[in-house]
């Protein structure tokens, strides 16, 4: 076992702000073009990351992470970057695994929810049919596969970085689902999470404390670090 886990997720992006945005006037299109794996962050997203990087710099030498993963994505390295180099500190060099990626949306990627109704009628019967947890868009994955994906990557980080202390920086959906396959809850389980915490915020540090053998929960979604919105 980790002696501990520590979930970041990524600072704000472009997506994050032009989205929302198309989805309030019912527009076809938003401001983001390219591949979701490309987005990169905004000024305030910058900002998060410097800001995660003096939460680093404060940290005592003996908690100081000692292994740093990231999703391949540019929004999720340039976080870290960002915060490393902004920190002062001398740490890990991270490497990415592809099983922390966001949440595959196949044909759905990058559009607006106007866009989805127009182009895919059919897929608001499909999800609802399917229910959330098992819902896969066209050419993409559900929560369930997101699941698998990331029980497959905690194994192998518990048997490869066994008692060191792990950063992980990623996506909302595998801050969620990561806390889902630790803690062994069900969908109505995680549901209960996101109405009580709300959905994961930017940049906000999630730590399991593994010390007992086990991974138990510290703090979930937090934000103190970060400036003011």
């Known amino acids: 076992m980790v ?22 006037e019912n527009l076809l299109e938003a ?41 391949p994505y540019l929004r999720a390295r340039e976080t870290w970057r960002i915060a490393a180099a902004s920190s002062g500190l001398e740490l890990p060099e991270p490497r990415t695994d592809d099983r922390l990626v966001d949440r595959l949306m196949g ?32 050419g993409g994955e559900s929560f369930a596969d997101i699941a698998v994906r990331l029980k497959s990557f905690l194994d192998d980080l518990n048997r490869d970085h066994a008692d060191r202390r792990v950063v992980v920086v990623a996506h909302d959906a595998v801050v969620l689902m990561m806390r889902a396959v630790i803690e062994q809850l069900s969908w109505e389980e995680v549901l209960a999470v996101e109405a009580e915490a709300g959905s994961v915020r930017n940049a906000s540090i999630t730590r399991f404390d593994g010390s007992s053998g086990t991974l138990v929960l510290d703090r979930y979604n937090v934000i103190d670090h970060l400036p003011p919105a």
């Open 3 to 24: 002696a501990e886990l520590i979930l970041v997720r990524h600072g704000q992006s472009l997506a994050n702000v032009a989205f929302p945005a198309a989805d309030a």
């Open 31 to 71: 401001e983001v073009s390219g591949r979701d794996a490309e987005v990169p962050l905004t000024e305030t997203g910058e900002e998060q990351a410097r800001a995660l990087g003096a939460w680093l710099a404060a940290l005592p030498e003996p908690h100081r992470p000692q292994v740093v993963i990231t999703s």
């Open 107 to 138: 044909d759905l990627e990058l559009l607006t929810r106007a866009a989805v109704e127009a182009r895919f009628p059919d897929e608001a019967a499909r999800r609802a049919a399917a229910g959330e947890y098992d819902y896969a868009p066209p």
